[in-house]
C-alpha cells in the first residue's frame, strides 16, 4: 500500500497557492446561489427535459425493453454519475465556467469555446421546440376555453382517405413540410412568432441572473412531476394501458449481445444527464466553496435515472391506449423525438375524455422541461463571456445571445424547416461533446493528476474521492468515451426524416455544424503555440496549470492556502492502496 506524503504535490502548484491574496484590491462578484436549494432545483430542472420523455422510452423499447435497463444502469454507475461529480467539481473549485476552468491547461482551452459554441448551437434548436409546445398550449387553450375538440383530432373535411389526424395536423397544419429537403419554401410566420416568444419568455428569466433564474426552476423543476404523477395515475386506469406499459418493459435478452444496444445506452445517459455542454460546470461555479457535491451528484443522477423510467411507464400507459383504441399495434403508434411529443401522445389524450385539459397538462409539462433546460443553457453561454469580461454588461450580453439564438432559428420555421431541425438534433451537440469529455476525463487524471485533483476534493468536502471514482475517472470513462466515438463512426447512417434519407450534400451541411464546435480545439491551440514560441516562452507550459488555477473567490483561495499549509496532516488521512 502506498501513501501520498507530500512530497508528491506538484512544485508549480506549490508555488501557485504560495501567491499572497491579501492585497486590499477589490474582488468582482461573480454571484453566487442564494442556497443549496437554489442549486439542487436548476440542477434538476436541467437535467431532467424533454429527452426522458421523448428519448427514453423510445430508446428502451427498441432496444431491448427490459433488457436495455441493464447497460442503461450501468453506464449511469460507471460514465454518468463519474462525470458529473468531475464537472460539478472542477467548476465548484474554480468558481468558473467551461472556458476559465481550462486554467488547467492553456493549450485545451478551446475545449471550453467548443462547449459553448456547442451549447448554443443546441440552445437555437431547442428553442424551436419550445415555440412548438407553446403552439400547442395555446391551441389547448382555445379547445378548452371554446368546449371544442382538439384540432389535432378532426380529419379535413375534403380528405376522404385521412386515418391519422394528429400526423396530418402536425405535418400540414403546424409544419407544412415541404416535399424536398432543398426547397426551404417560405416562413411560418405564426410559427416565428412563438419562437420569438420562447426567446423572449427564457430572457427575461436569465437577464437578471441567479436571482430570478434560481427562482423560476423552482416551478420548473416541480411542475412536471405534478402533471406526471396525474397522467400516471389517468395513465394506468385506460384500456390497453397494461398492454403498453408490457411493451416498455418486455425484455430481449439477445439485445444484449448487440454492441449497438450498449453504445446507445452509453449515449442516452450522457444526454439526459447533460455532460460537456459547459452547463454543468456553470451551474456548480455558483455553489459555496465547500458545497458537498458527492451527495449532488448521486442525488440528480438517481432523480434523473428514475424520472426516466417512470416518464416511459405514463408515456407508455398512454400509447398502450392508442393502440387498444386504433386496433393497431404497440410498435405501429409509438415514435420517437418530435413523433412521440406533438403526434403519438396527443393523439391518444385526444381520445380520453376531457381531452383538453389533458392536453393542456401535457404540453405545460413539455413547456417546463424545456424552459427548465433553456434557463442554464443561456446562462451557460452569458457566464462565459462574463468570465472572459467582467466588465461587460449582463443585460445586453444576454439580448444579445437571444438575438443570435433567434436568427438562425428562422431556417426552421419555414417549409423545410423540420429538415434543418433534424440536422441540427443530429449534428450540433451530438458527437462533438464525446470529444470533449475524452479530453476533459483525460487532462484531468493523467496531465494534470488524480492525485492532486483528489486534493480538490479533501479540501472543498474534507473527503478524498474512492476508489469507485478513482478508477472511473482514470479508466473505465476514458475506454467508454472512446468506445462510444468509435461506434459512432462505426454505425453511422444518414440522418432521415419520415422515412426519407437527406441526401449527401445536406447531411455535409451536419458535419458542418458538428466541426464548428470541435475546431475551436487545434484553432485554439495552434493559436497558443504560435504566441508562446513568438513571445520566446516554453511551450511546455501550455499544458501546466497557470497562476490562475486556484479558486477565484479570495476567500475561497485563502482558505485553500491556510488547508494547505496544514498539507502532512491532511495526507496522513488520505486513502491507501487506490493508484
Known sequence: MTVVDSDTIDIKMRDMLSQTTEDGEDELDRGQWSSKADYLVTAISFTIGLGNLWRFPYKCYSNGGGAFLIPYLLATVFLGLPLYLLENSHGQFL????????????????????????NYLCCVYYNIIVGWILYYVYLSLAALFTGSEVPWNRCPELDVNCSDP??????????????????????????????????????????????????????????????????????????????????????????????EVWTQAATQVFYSMGLAFGTLLTMASYNDFHNNMYVDAVTITLINCGTSVFGGVVVFAVIGFL?????????????????????????????????????????????SLGVGSLIPMQETIISAVLDLNPMLNRSIIALITTVFMFVPGIL????????????????????????????????????????????HFQVMTGVYPNCY?????????????????VANLVFYSESVYAGTKFPLWFDSIGWVLAFVSIVWIPGYALYAIVYFSVHGESVKELVQPTEFYRPDRQADFRDFQRLLGETDSLTNNFPTGYF
Open 95 to 118: 468558481s468558473r465556467g467551461p472556458i476559465g476552468v481550462w486554467e488547467i491547461a492553456p493549450l485545451l482551452r478551446g475545449v471550453g469555446f467548443a462547449m459553448v459554441t456547442a
Open 323 to 367: 393502440a387498444h383504441t386504433t386496433g393497431a399495434s404497440v410498435a405501429e403508434v409509438i415514435d420517437d423525438g418530435p413523433g412521440l411529443a406533438f403526434v403519438a401522445y396527443p393523439a391518444a389524450l385526444a381520445q380520453v375524455p376531457f381531452a383538453a385539459f389533458f392536453s393542456l397538462l401535457f404540453f405545460l409539462m413539455l413547456l
Open 166 to 259: 394528429a400526423q396530418l395536423f402536425w405535418k400540414d397544419e403546424i409544419l407544412h413540410v415541404s416535399g424536398d429537403v432543398g426547397q426551404l419554401g417560405r416562413i411560418q410566420w405564426d410559427l416565428l412568432g412563438f419562437d420569438l416568444l420562447s426567446c423572449t419568455i427564457i430572457t427575461a428569466f436569465v437577464i437578471k441572473g441567479l436571482k430570478v433564474s434560481g427562482k423560476v426552476t423552482y416551478v420548473t423543476a416541480v411542475f412536471p412531476y405534478v402533471v406526471l404523477t396525474g397522467l400516471f395515475i389517468r395513465g394506468v386506469t385506460l384500456e390497453g394501458a397494461a398492454e403498453g406499459i408490457k411493451y416498455f418493459f418486455e425484455p430481449d435478452w439477445s439485445k444484449l449481445l448487440e454492441a
Open 469 to 485: 471514482w478513482v478508477f472511473s475517472w482514470q479508466f473505465i470513462v476514458p475506454i467508454i468515451t472512446f468506445a462510444i466515438i
Open 412 to 455: 426552421m420555421v419555414t417549409n423545410g424547416g423540420i429538415y434543418w431541425f433534424t440536422l441540427f438534433d443530429n449534428y450540433s451537440c451530438s458527437y462533438s461533446l464525446f470529444i470533449f469529455v475524452l479530453i476533459e476525463v483525460v487532462v484531468i487524471a493523467w496531465v494534470y493528476g488524480i492525485k492532486k485533483y483528489g486534493l
